[in-house]
């Protein structure tokens, strides 16, 4: 065992000493482990002739202080991926409500004729989840064929993971419906006579 006067030697040699000859106990424990944390000072500073021990950390607190990075760049993406599905959602309830609204007088013709107001409903509701359904194919075609290129960013995952494949589909489905069923609603309710009067 050697001690080296640290005021003798210059800071990088001491932070190489100190990263090269730095000791880790780890212990384990049935109750918290910050509960324990005095008796295991303590005890330690016993076991080396009274050195001092310092930082003492949970084995939480190492795993979460390690992949403290990785997770908050999970959040940020989660985010991200959030704002886009609000935002494409915005974007197919304004489609179809201005498309509705084109299309006033032709739904009012339809009402008049005796077309009942769910096919009315039913018919807006069809028109919009085929758009959708067409951009989900594209999409999930081209998540297939980057699966490769992915495959090389990705450590631990399939890139071909089959419950995204599943989940992401059904989870904008489930948003591009929510948004279509409002403008939906509102061109079945439409009184053909005031559709009529429109220009």
Known sequence: MVYVPMAQVTDGITALANRASRIVWMVRTEVSPYSLRSAIRTELEQASGGLPVSHVRSMDDIVSESTARA???MTLLTLFGAAALVLAVIGIYGLMAYSVRQRTREIGIRLALGAEANHVRNMVVAEGMRLSL??????????????????SFLFGVQAWDP?????????????????????ARRAAGTDPADALRQN
């Open 134 to 151: 067409i951009g989900m194919a594209i999409g999930i075609a081209a998540a297939f064929g980057l699966t490769r290129l992915l495959q």
């Open 71 to 73: 997770d908050f760049n």
């Open 163 to 183: 419950l995204v494949f599943v989940t992401v589909p059904l989870l904008l489905g489930a948003a591009t419906l929510g948004a279509v069923w409002f403008p």
